[in-house]
């Protein structure tokens, strides 16, 4: 039995200090693993970057390859962008694929690979005019964005908690759309 391809697309909020449960999750689910980070979000994990290839399998990617190299990752069958910042959201909204964390899930929704993203910031910077505007643009590219009860509800500034970040219910929205075993 072959296991589907998941990508974790992963930027630099709180509960990515975590990230190894969402991967942890990702894998009980099924899924063969890929994470990918945002280079800020690389950075936290830099001194630790050999423990999520191990868990994964596979190298973690925050750069684009250079020309000249081969994909270091197998081709996905869905992505995950969780946790996904004001910022990614606001520059992907807008058509800005600068990082690999962005370019990866705006070509892949526009080449009928499944996108769920699901967001991690306060909600003073949810009441930022571009961001309602930068959601209703990926949803309507396609991208199942989890947002209040059903995926993220926005935390007070200062307030958020990483660690309860719910994982789940962004793993459950990509198993709802593409089964992790074909």
Same mark, same amino acid.
């Given at each position: 039995?072959?296991?589907?391809? @998941?990508?974790?697309?992963?930027?630099?909020?709180?509960?990515?200090?975590?990230?190894?449960? #969402?991967?942890?999750?990702?894998?009980?689910?099924?899924?063969?693993?890929?994470?990918? @980070?945002?280079?800020?979000?690389?950075?936290?994990?830099?001194?630790?970057?050999?423990?999520?290839?191990? @868990?994964?399998?596979?190298?973690?990617?925050?750069?684009? =390859?250079?020309?000249?190299?081969? $994909?270091?990752?197998?081709?996905? $069958?869905?992505?995950?962008?969780?946790?996904?910042?004001?910022?990614?959201?606001?520059?992907?909204?807008?058509? +800005?694929? *600068?990082?690999?964390?962005?370019?990866?899930?705006?070509?892949?929704?526009?080449? #009928?690979?499944?996108?769920?993203?699901?967001?991690?910031?306060?909600?003073?910077?949810?009441?930022?005019?571009?961001?309602?505007?930068?959601?209703?643009?990926?949803?309507?590219?396609?991208?199942?964005?989890? *947002?209040?009860?059903? #995926?993220?509800?926005?935390?007070?500034? =200062?307030?958020? *908690?990483?660690?309860?970040?719910?994982?789940?219910?962004? +793993?459950?929205?990509?198993?709802?759309?593409?089964?992790?075993?074909?």
């Amino acid at each position: 039995m072959t296991k589907r391809v @998941l990508y974790l697309i992963a930027c630099a909020a709180g509960p990515t200090q975590f990230v190894d449960e #969402g991967v942890r999750q990702v894998l009980a689910r099924g899924w063969e693993t890929c994470l990918v @980070l945002t280079p800020s979000a690389a950075r936290w994990w830099e001194s630790r970057t050999g423990e999520l290839e191990k @868990l994964t399998g596979h190298r973690v990617r925050s750069q684009y =390859k250079l020309p000249s190299e081969s $994909d270091a990752l197998p081709k996905a $069958d869905a992505m995950l962008v969780a946790p996904m910042t004001c910022t990614t959201l606001n520059k992907w909204g807008a058509g +800005i694929a *600068d990082t690999l964390a962005i370019g990866l899930p705006s070509e892949a929704v526009h080449m #009928g690979v499944p996108v769920v993203a699901m967001p991690y910031f306060n909600r003073a910077q949810g009441a930022q005019p571009a961001v309602a505007r930068s959601i209703a643009g990926l949803r309507a590219q396609g991208v199942v964005y989890l *947002d209040g009860a059903q #995926g993220y509800e926005s935390h007070p500034p =200062k307030n958020g *908690d990483p660690r309860a970040y719910p994982w789940h219910r962004a +793993i459950a929205a990509v198993g709802a759309i593409v089964s992790p075993t074909p």
